[in-house]
């Protein structure tokens, strides 16, 4: 039966059990085709990156169109999808399209030193405490009157307690938990649209994603990206490595409750880890086995006892750490790779994981067709051998890709990806 002459349906079934046969390393009917293709969205629909994230429904339509035109396994939009949250509560870690960058300048993470480095006492003390009244005030504007709350330890006074509260609400703390809880609720009207357009989705036969459930990174990540940053956590690493792994240990603990109790939630068995500072170029192999691999390694076995997936993207090249994820449990996790020799990865890794990527985004943006056939060719016949591959861009993000270019890479997956 022709791929046209089926029901949504029945393509839904299939590319379901296509992703699910190569993230548990068998072998399916072919390679599936995961695109995320975020901001190529908006150049196809020929507006500004700023309306395609500000216009959901827009958003949607052009996520449908590339989906039927280009027929993947599975597609993404834009992530984060939705600035008005961040923008609610004056997010000092992110810039978005017309927000602090140009209209057609993709969302960027801005990295800052949110905790100073003799601060790890009053984390490790007293962790909860810290965040609220500390670390959030300086994450968010609209959040700097919670600096002027009593010490959240007050609360166990009970009733008393909450009186004591009572004068705080007329002023500046007040405004602060009003703007918090519209904030809180502008996500959970994302939340509905979203598993609205998901429904959508599946109803053109495309249901399964290989991103998605709870969104945790190594700690060592958390501590970089979000608290110290990249100056900071290398400094530590020096002057007060003790502190370092004790406040690793309990941002570990923190972060696996919570995509534990997501991914039930939610009833997605799956983590996605994208991970920043553990690649060859960053660290030395010393000082990755003592600050970043026992730590990754342990949550990502914690992870799959508890049933859940991770889908972990090995941002930057890997190649110097393969023999460490080799580790990892057989058939249990999904490798994204960026910049690791993708030919390498199999060879080392081909029998522990499924292996995601591939296609480098350049080829996608200048061509010419024939290298992108002859590429994605042996991307099927090296790296697909034995089923346990996902066809994917490099980066997932498809900003700047020629539709034409992307539409031969999809053609010639289906042409040489079959078994």
């Not at 709350?149 to 009186?163: R, V």
């Not at 100056?231 to 690493?237: E, F, K, V």
């Not at 941002?251 to 997605?268: D, P, Q, S, T």
């Not at 068995?269 to 010393?286: C, E, Q, T």
Request: net charge negative; aromatic share 10%.
């Amino acid at each position: 039966m022709s791929e046209e002459s089926k029901t949504p349906e029945v393509l839904g079934a299939e590319r379901t059990r296509r992703l699910q046969d190569a993230m548990q390393l068998k072998q399916p009917d072919r390679v599936p085709l995961m695109m995320s293709i975020g901001y190529m969205l908006a150049d196809m629909g020929g507006i500004s990156k700023q309306e395609l994230l500000e216009n959901p429904d827009k958003c949607q339509e052009l996520l449908e169109k590339a989906a039927l035109e280009f027929q993947p396994d599975a597609i993404g939009g834009p992530m984060p999808a939705d600035p008005i949250p961040y923008l609610m509560l004056g997010d000092r870690m992110t810039t978005w399209p017309g927000h602090g960058v140009s209209p057609d300048t993709q969302y960027q993470f801005v990295e800052n030193e949110f905790m100073k480095e003799d601060e790890y006492d009053a984390f490790l003390d007293d962790p909860t405490d810290w965040v609220i009244r500390t670390y959030l005030p300086r994450a968010f504007k609209a959040l700097e009157p919670f600096a002027q709350m009593p010490p959240l330890n007050q609360f166990i006074s009970g009733s008393y307690f909450l009186g004591n509260m009572g004068g705080f609400v007329s002023g500046p703390l007040g405004d602060a938990f009003r703007t918090f809880a519209k904030a809180l609720q502008a996500v959970a009207d994302q939340n509905e649209l979203m598993m609205k357009n998901q429904k959508r989705m599946e109803a053109l036969g495309f249901g399964e994603s290989v991103i998605g459930g709870a969104t945790i990174t190594a700690p060592f990540d958390m501590m970089s990206d979000a608290l110290r940053g990249m100056r900071g956590i290398l400094l530590d690493i020096l002057r007060q490595p003790e502190k370092l792994l004790a406040a690793q240990e309990k941002i570990a603990r923190y972060e696996l409750e919570f995509a534990i109790n997501a991914c039930k939630a939610m009833g997605v068995p799956k983590a996605f880890l994208p991970l920043h500072r553990g690649s060859d170029g960053f660290m030395s192999i010393k000082h990755f086995e003592t600050f970043y691999w026992p730590q990754l390694k342990s949550m990502l076995e914690t992870l799959v006892d508890n049933g859940i997936t991770p889908v972990v993207f090995y941002e930057g090249c890997w190649d110097q750490r393969l023999e460490h994820l080799a580790q990892l449990p057989k058939a249990k996790t999904v490798g994204y790779f960026q910049a690791s020799d993708i030919f390498k990865v199999k060879e080392v890794l081909g029998d522990t994981m499924c292996i995601a990527g591939g296609m480098p985004n350049s080829l996608l943006a200048a061509g010419p067709v024939e290298e992108i056939r002859a590429h994605t060719k042996k991307l099927c016949e090296v790296v697909g051998r034995n089923g346990g591959f996902i066809m994917s861009t490099a980066v997932g993000e498809m900003a700047g890709s020629n539709p034409e270019f992307v539409k031969a890479w999809a053609d010639a997956t289906r042409e040489y990806g079959t078994y």
